[in-house]
Structures are given as C-alpha cells and as structure tokens.
C-alpha cells in the first residue's frame, strides 16, 4: 500500500477551504481511496463553515478563503 496527498476544497456557502488529504492506494477496484478518519475531517471542515467558525475552519484546513462574486463588469 502506498499513500499520498492531495488537496480537496470544501465549498459552504460563501467559504471555501481547502484541505489536505491522505489517498490511500492498494491493489483492487476502489484505489485510491481516503480513510474514515480523512473523511470525518472532510465533513467537520464543512460543519465549521457552515455555523460561521473560521477558527476551527482554518484549524483542520490548509487555507481558508471568502468567495466575492463578481459581475461581468468587474472583470475588465
């Protein structure tokens, strides 16, 4: 088995954070995979954006960012 790490983003609302992962890989149909525990991670990044906690957000992620929409005027 070997391992490896990605980067996945989690989007709530106007947040977006990114969060980095460990892939696992093993011989078989369902590789690469992430573990239970990555995924309890995944989905407590996603929790603590949604009620507002960018501490605890920022906490088990990389990077956390605010989304600022833009019109199609903006982009020139």
Known sequence: MTNR???RL???GEYVAEVAVELLEE???WSPYISVGETSR???VREALR???LRRASELA???YRLT???AADAR
Do not use: I, N, Q
């Open 5 to 7: 790490t990605t980067m």
């Open 10 to 12: 989690v989007r709530e």
């Open 27 to 29: 011989e078989g149909a």
């Open 42 to 44: 995944l989905d407590a």
């Open 51 to 53: 009620v507002g906690d």
């Open 62 to 64: 990389e990077r956390v």
């Open 69 to 71: 929409p833009l019109s």
